[in-house]
């Protein structure tokens, strides 16, 4: 678990991608990376205090978007990834990406700092995006690079 946010780390997540690519079969595991936009402004202009206290923020309204079954996980920095299993792909995945973007696009007050910074979300989906973890972990991350630019 990451301290900051209480998610778990990229350990935990190497964990639980390994057993839901195992466990789906024939099915589809669904990988979901997210950088924040303007993250970097925010701990330049406010401090890495507020910075923290804002993933804080984040990983709360993540959690208020998944379900009980869905894993979230702090990458380091401002990027997140949800996995996400036993879901109707790719129309679940599609679905909880729109969410996600529309969820973090309300502003956010924190210590009376009131920001937008919003997020780019890329989608991988096993077995067309890849059957391995890192694999899938990389095509999710570039989709999202894609998105930013």
Do not use: W, Y
């Amino acid at each position: 678990m990451t301290r900051s946010t209480d998610l778990p780390n990229r350990v935990l997540l190497a964990e639980r991608l390994h057993q839901a690519l195992v466990g789906a079969g024939k099915g589809s595991v669904a990988v979901l990376c997210l950088d924040l936009d303007r993250f970097k402004e925010v701990n330049d202009a406010l401090g890495h205090t507020v910075g923290d206290t804002l993933l804080k923020a984040v990983a709360g309204r993540l959690r208020s978007c998944v379900r009980e079954t869905d894993t979230i996980a702090r990458m380091g920095g401002d990027e997140f990834v949800i996995l996400q299993c036993r879901a109707a792909q790719p129309l679940d995945a599609t679905s909880l990406a729109t969410r996600i973007v529309e969820c973090l696009s309300v502003p956010f007050l924190v210590q009376e700092h009131q920001m937008v910074v919003g997020a780019s979300v890329g989608i991988a989906l096993s077995p067309h995006d890849g059957t391995e973890s890192e694999q899938l972990l990389k095509n999710a991350d570039i989709c999202a690079l894609s998105r930013q630019e």
